[in-house]
């Protein structure tokens, strides 16, 4: 008898990894990242199956040879789950689980729980229960059992079949009610989220008086690590994948005078699931609405280089991708072989190396993010009331003043200062402003 299927979930499970792959195909250590993945998820991994492929097997994704070798190796360590890197279709899962005797998950199932564990906000876990069942909708033919047809005394096939008023007739089957009661559920979350999100774009927007900066990257990058050097925000920093989801923004001051928000956004990875970008859109708006993007690169990591190609390629999906983005390449103090940062010093000459774990290079991260904040530098004359004092005060706080000269009630100042902070001077209305110099 087929098994209910009413959970994506794997924790303490015994769990093979698959991971198949078409030849030719640009492929990466597909078992080193599901690894860890699944280890994320609580499961216990006892075997992993990579496989090269002519073609994808339109029944079981593998082929029939490879399904039979992998249902050895089920009974042979006694599993519970097999977990695939690749996404498969809700037959290829089906026939899957009819040969090997174990329940089988793809990759975006183990996302979803990953990311349903660590969901903490009401916003976050609102994201994930809509981000699951829209992925659960088309696949519920093959993820419950109970598909008997509801009948009542007009359609029952049993003599005397006894049903309450307004459920006599042919009946339905239990699929169409679990559909149903699915695709109402997610229209009440669709409706709650809309609430959250509208409040929290408004959030976004009203920060426009500062100058926003969004930490971005792969997952386990050390993003969170550099936000707590940055700020003392005191945001939770694990070494496993997703270990944060809800966005956390605080000030920080990488100069004299320069105060900007920095916010730190859940963890990219590799073919995220895009009901998840879809569902997490307002949590990304952080980076949508951000002046500038801290693209977090660990460089310890094997795959680093395929990692920069995901994230910018989840960037553009949202809409970021013409963003200004400064890449900080991290965790150089877990680099033994100073030649692989030196590789990538190299293709990213702008990037900025440091280790937000030990604070080494956080001093130039904070001169490049400053010189993005004030733009090129400019001399202007500016001359202003002397009771102006707010004029006075911005001067002597945002730039380095060159020369003063005081009148009988004014007062002209000559000032080295960014491009970008024009703006936020002339809303202080000085008498006249005028670029000398840039």
């Not at 500062?210 to 707590?228: D, E, M, P």
């Not at 990875?269 to 801290?294: G, I, M, W, Y």
């Amino acid at each position: 008898m087929e098994k209910v299927r009413q959970t994506l979930t794997v924790r303490k499970e015994r769990a093979i990894l698959v991971a198949a792959f078409v030849r030719g195909s640009d492929s990466w250590d597909n078992l080193a990242e599901l690894t860890a993945l699944a280890e994320s998820a609580g499961a216990v991994v006892v075997d992993r199956f990579q496989q090269k492929l002519r073609t994808i097997n339109p029944s079981t994704y593998i082929g029939k040879g490879k399904t039979l070798q992998l249902a050895d190796r089920v009974q042979r360590h006694k599993a519970d789950v097999v977990i695939f890197d690749n996404d498969l279709s809700p037959g290829q899962i089906r026939e899957l689980e009819k040969v090997v005797g174990a329940r089988v998950l793809d990759r975006s199932e183990l996302i979803l729980d990953i990311f349903a564990t660590r969901a903490q906000t009401t916003q976050a876990k609102l994201q994930v229960e809509l981000a699951q069942l829209e992925y659960t909708y088309p696949r519920l033919e093959r993820m419950w059992s109970h598909l008997d047809t509801v009948t009542g005394a007009g359609g029952g096939p049993a003599a005397g079949a006894v049903g309450a008023i307004g459920t006599r007739g042919p009946g339905e089957q239990q699929l169409e009610i679990d559909r149903r009661l699915v695709s109402r559920r997610i229209n009440e979350l669709r409706h709650e989220l809309e609430g959250i999100d509208s409040r929290k774009l408004r959030e976004i927007k009203g920060r426009r008086d500062f100058f926003q900066i969004c930490i971005v990257g792969y997952t386990n990058a050390g993003k969170s690590t550099l936000l707590n050097a940055l700020t003392d925000a005191g945001v939770l920093a694990e070494d496993r994948l997703f270990a944060t989801l809800d966005t956390r923004t605080r000030k920080w001051m990488p100069a004299r005078g320069v105060e900007v928000l920095l916010s730190d956004t859940v963890g990219f990875v590799r073919n995220l699931p895009h009901q998840l970008v879809e569902s997490f859109k307002a949590t990304l708006e952080e980076a949508v609405n951000a002046d500038l993007l801290l693209h977090i690169i660990d460089v310890s990591n094997p795959e680093v280089m395929k990692q920069i190609e995901s994230v910018n390629g989840v960037l553009s999906e949202i809409g970021c991708g013409e963003k200004p983005v400064l890449e900080v390449l991290n965790k150089v103090d877990a680099i033994k072989d100073l030649s692989q940062v030196e590789i990538l010093q190299t293709l990213h000459p702008d990037a900025v190396t440091i280790s937000a774990k030990t604070g080494l290079g956080l001093d130039v991260l904070g001169r490049k993010v400053t010189q993005h904040y004030k733009g090129r530098e400019i001399v202007l004359r500016v001359s202003s009331s002397c009771a102006n004092g707010k004029v006075q005060s911005f001067l002597r706080a945002h730039g380095d003043i060159l020369n003063e000269q005081y009148y009988d009630s004014s007062v002209v100042i000559d000032v080295r200062m960014g491009q970008k902070q024009l703006p936020e001077l002339e809303r202080l209305h000085p008498d006249k402003l005028e670029i000398i110099q840039g």
